[in-house]
C-alpha cells in the first residue's frame, strides 16, 4: 500500500500521455476488473479524491469501474478465486448501497459535471506549472481553454501559486487569496480552477 502519491512519477506519466493524445484519446481510469481498487492501495483514504480530480481533468475519456464511485475496496490476489474481491455483487437496488460511499458518489457527480462543462477536456494537453514531493499544480489545455488543478498531499495546509484565476471551479476546501496569485489548500485539498479571461 501506498500513503501518498508520487507526484514526480505522475509528472512524468501526464508527459507521456500528452504523447498518446498526438495519436488517439486514450481511455483512462484509476481501477479495472483487473486490479486491486484505488480505494484499497492508498492507506489515507484523504487521497483518493486527488486521483479522482486527475482521472476526470486530463484528455482521454475517462471510465469508472463499477464501485469505484462508492469508493469499494478490494484486493486482488494471485489465486483461484483471487478476483472474487474486486468484483463483488452490487445491492439489489441503489438504496441498499452502503451510505459510506455517499461522499465519493457526490464528487464523482460533481467531477463529471465539470468534465461535460468543459468537452474539450477530451483532448486537453497537460503541463506542469509547480511539482514537488508534497504538491502539484498543473494545467490541462485545448481549444484555447483551459483549467487549473492543484493537489497538496501534505498533512498541513499549502499555499500554492497558481496562474491568475477567475474562480474556483471546484474543490476540497480551497480557497483564492484575495489579490494575489495563491490559493490556499488545506492538508490533503485539491482544487479545480478556472483561469481568467
Known amino acids: 500500500m501506498s500513503q501518498r502519491i508520487n507526484f514526480y512519477e505522475l509528472a512524468s506519466a501526464l508527459e507521456?500521455?500528452?504523447?498518446f493524445l498526438d495519436g488517439f484519446a486514450p481511455l483512462t481510469f484509476v481501477g479495472n476488473h483487473d486490479v486491486t481498487r484505488i480505494a484499497?492501495?492508498?492507506?489515507?483514504?484523504?487521497l483518493l479524491p486527488h486521483a479522482l480530480v486527475?482521472?476526470?481533468t486530463v484528455g482521454g475519456t475517462p471510465s469508472v469501474y463499477y464501485g469505484d464511485e462508492q469508493a469499494y475496496r478490494g484486493i486482488k490476489e494471485d489465486r483461484a478465486g483471487g478476483d472474487d474481491e474486486i468484483?463483488?455483487?452490487f445491492p439489489p437496488h441503489p438504496s441498499e448501497l452502503s451510505p459510506l460511499g455517499k461522499d465519493i458518489y457526490r464528487l464523482?457527480?460533481?467531477?463529471?459535471?465539470?468534465?461535460?462543462?468543459h468537452a474539450w477536456l477530451h483532448t486537453?494537453?497537460?503541463k506542469v506549472l509547480s511539482l514537488s514531493n508534497e504538491h502539484l499544480v498543473f494545467e490541462s489545455t485545448a481549444e484555447n481553454q483551459n483549467l487549473v488543478i492543484a493537489l497538496n498531499q501534505a498533512a498541513q495546509p499549502a499555499e500554492l501559486n497558481v496562474p491568475p484565476?477567475?474562480?474556483?471551479?471546484?474543490?476540497?476546501n480551497g480557497h483564492l487569496n484575495?489579490?494575489?496569485?495563491n490559493l490556499t489548500l488545506p492538508a490533503r485539498g485539491w482544487a479545480i480552477l478556472s483561469p481568467s479571461t
Open 124 to 126: 486537453a494537453r497537460t
Open 87 to 89: 468484483r463483488p455483487t
Open 178 to 181: 484575495a489579490n494575489t496569485n
Open 165 to 172: 484565476t477567475a474562480s474556483v471551479l471546484l474543490s476540497g
Open 40 to 46: 484499497s492501495k492508498l492507506e489515507n483514504p484523504e
Open 16 to 19: 507521456r500521455h500528452n504523447t
Open 54 to 56: 486527475v482521472l476526470f
Open 108 to 117: 464523482h457527480q460533481e467531477l463529471i459535471g465539470v468534465r461535460r462543462r
